[in-house]
């Protein structure tokens, strides 16, 4: 078989573990910052459901996160499955949320109490502390950590195949069934770059956030 014609089957493949990272981040960082605020929240009741959710899904394997979620609502209520993606998507995103959420916590709860009594002695409103005070200096603090969830999150899409989403892995052991073994390593080039982007992008963001010194 024609090498470009393997590499380009194994290019659009990726393409699809490229969907679930954008698709992941999309969701997952509003959803994570959102179940942040609900883990510092004043009322308990609520705090200690979020607590709990984070502590399940951060407990249990992604894979088997994914199983559920795809085969759940037909085991469970009869019900029809999920489309392929769409419970790649769901999973993923609730899994991801979940992991952000902690790094959003420590960021915002690291952010010294005395900048945001100065705020509200200028007359600042609290959702005015948190954009124009809190925001820049958490999104300085949380970089790092989040560079390595992004990292991991691209490496995780290939789980997806667990429920057979034709992503990259998929499609290099579909060439492995045909004796053709070096596709299946040749994945590892396409992580490889995605990871070297995005090690420079985060580099590149880093130093752009560097006037802020915390």
């Given amino acids: 078989m024609n090498i470009s014609v393997i590499f380009s089957?194994?290019?659009?493949?990726?393409?699809?573990?490229?969907?679930?990272?954008?698709?992941?981040l999309l969701l997952a960082l509003p959803f994570g910052l959102l179940i942040s605020f609900g883990a510092m929240s004043r009322f308990r009741p609520l705090r200690y459901l979020i607590k709990t959710l984070v502590w399940v899904i951060r407990g249990t394997p992604l894979m088997l996160q994914i199983i559920v979620i795809f085969y759940g609502p037909g085991l469970l209520w009869d019900g029809d499955l999920l489309p392929r993606l769409t419970a790649t998507y769901v999973a993923f995103s609730v899994n991801y949320a979940c992991y952000f959420s902690e790094i959003f916590r420590g960021g915002i709860q690291s952010i010294p109490r005395g900048q945001y009594e100065a705020g509200q002695v200028l007359g600042m409103t609290k959702s005015q502390i948190f954009f124009k005070v809190t925001l820049l200096q958490v999104i300085k603090r949380v970089i790092p950590?989040?560079?390595?969830e992004f990292m991991t999150l691209i490496k995780d899409t290939a789980l997806a195949n667990i429920i057979a989403t034709k992503e990259i892995i998929m499609m290099s052991k579909e060439f492995a069934t045909k004796g053709l073994i070096w596709p299946l390593f040749s994945t590892a080039l396409f992580f490889l770059a995605f990871c070297g982007i995005l090690t420079l992008l985060f580099n590149w963001l880093e130093k752009k956030m560097d006037y802020f010194r915390v």
């Fill in 145 to 148: 950590p989040m560079g390595n």
């Fill in 9 to 24: 089957s194994l290019a659009v493949s990726f393409g699809i573990n490229f969907k679930i990272f954008i698709i992941t």
